[in-house]
């Protein structure tokens, strides 16, 4: 379709059929991949710093990245009074509002505990705990993410963690974005510090002078947070929740969906950062063209336009010859966020398999989810939503199974625990069973 337009490209146009398995897996491929291993080396020794150095390295790597000296990190009371009157009264009645759906939406998915009788006189039950210390990450690097602390924080309170930590990179001036505080006060966290990155990350895992240990790690970020989370859960030293960073979404519109629409939801990822990714995928080349239009001229007009700039350079605009060819694509992507801009969407909802979170026609986009839906923006990038899920109550939770047997269930089940542990060599465990059963039978 020809515009009459001198447009520069955004992003990379490719058609799908044409490429063979291992273009496809190229197009398809992170941007943060190229430099996995230059990235895994840098964190290590970050990591390794910390724990050697605890607060001092913290304070010295807090000077070189964020340009400020901090003695203590922690955020005073003071700051939390003056924070509160720092944000204007409309933002707080949005975040109060958004808050209430976060919980409205995540109360029901709390875990329950249920007990069941598996055989005469044999009960097994499943209790339910929260975990009991827990740090939440808040990104605030180019742009303040209040947002995240509802998404973290109100599931906490709902878990009944008893230790909720939040961390939070500094500003120039030594203080922390005063809505991010606002937020985390909402939902009932107390204790911030002022500590960004993977920094952050390796003092809520470590734990340190100032900054109290956790048992697990919340939230987003960049390649460095994300990688840091990787190498601290590897090595046993913390439990984290999932994946989460940099973002991504990806759009499957038809013939009928507004080129406007799409433009803006892709731009709305661009602009987090340059490693962000964006992928259209369409069977209609005459949508892809017109978005081609659109997101050249909305992006002109984005205050953020160089980020987002950068992060199109490494997306994708995909023409399908299917929809069927489209979910197939979207399925081995595996995408944070899954936009159907679709005219019946709801119809192929069961063919999405892999998905952060989903947001179904025209008049729901990506950014109702990062604010105020009642969804949750936590979500697994890079492929992890093939085997996780986005960040809930459960995730703060952890369960215990009980087991109770009477003289009566040991007659009934022993004999074939008996015969497994005998078949395992483990006669041990056989001599446990056997040695109760005749009094059990008397």
Request: one cysteine or more.
């Amino acid at each position: 379709m020809s515009t009459g337009l001198d447009i520069a490209p955004t992003a990379q146009r490719v058609r799908w059929s044409t490429l063979d398995g291992e273009a496809r897996l190229r197009v398809l491929q992170r941007p943060g991949r190229d430099g996995a291993q230059a990235l895994a080396r840098s964190v290590a020794a970050l990591i390794d710093k910390v724990r050697g150095g605890g607060d001092d390295a913290l304070r010295a790597i807090t000077a070189r990245l964020d340009g400020v000296a901090l003695q203590s990190f922690e955020v005073s009371e003071a700051e939390f009074a003056a924070a509160e009157a720092l944000v204007p009264a409309n933002l707080r009645n949005a975040m109060a509002r958004a808050a209430a759906r976060i919980e409205a939406f995540h109360a029901p998915g709390a875990l329950q505990g249920y007990s069941v009788e598996t055989a005469p006189g044999v009960v097994c039950e499943r209790l339910v705990r929260p975990i009991a210390r827990v740090g939440l990450y808040v990104p605030a690097g180019s742009a303040p993410l209040p947002s995240t602390a509802l998404m973290l924080g109100v599931p906490a309170r709902l878990a009944g963690s008893a230790q909720v930590v939040l961390c939070t990179p500094p500003r120039r001036d030594g203080s922390a974005d005063p809505a991010v505080l606002v937020a985390a006060r909402m939902t009932g966290v107390h204790r911030v510090f002022k500590l960004g990155g993977a920094q952050a990350i390796v003092a809520l895992a470590l734990g340190t002078a100032q900054v109290p240990a956790c048992d697990k790690v919340f939230g987003p970020g960049n390649a460095w947070v994300t990688e840091a989370k990787r190498q601290l859960a590897q090595a046993g030293d913390i439990a984290i929740d999932l994946p989460a960073g940099p973002s991504e979404v990806l759009v499957i519109a038809d013939a009928g969906a507004d080129p406007e629409f799409i433009a803006a939801d892709l731009l709305s990822q661009a602009e987090h950062g340059p490693d962000s990714q964006v992928l259209l995928v369409s069977d209609a080349p005459a949508l892809i063209s017109a978005v081609e239009v659109a997101l050249a001229r909305q992006l002109d007009a984005l205050p953020r336009a160089d980020i987002a700039r950068q992060a199109l350079a490494r997306s994708r605009l995909v023409e399908v010859d299917s929809l069927e060819d489209a979910f197939a694509l979207s399925n081995l992507y595996a995408p944070e966020h899954l936009i159907l801009a679709l005219r019946e969407p709801r119809r192929w909802l069961d063919r999405v398999t892999s998905a952060g979170s989903i947001f179904l026609g025209d008049h729901t986009p990506e950014a109702l989810g990062d604010y105020c839906s009642g969804t949750n923006h936590v979500l697994p990038t890079d492929g992890a939503a093939h085997a996780w899920s986005g960040v809930g109550v459960a995730a703060f939770q952890k369960t215990i199974s009980v087991q109770t047997a009477t003289p009566g269930g040991v007659v009934a089940i022993g004999p074939d625990a008996i015969t497994m542990a005998e078949a395992e060599g483990l006669q041990a465990h056989a001599n446990a069973v056997r040695l109760r059963l005749p009094e059990a039978r008397a």
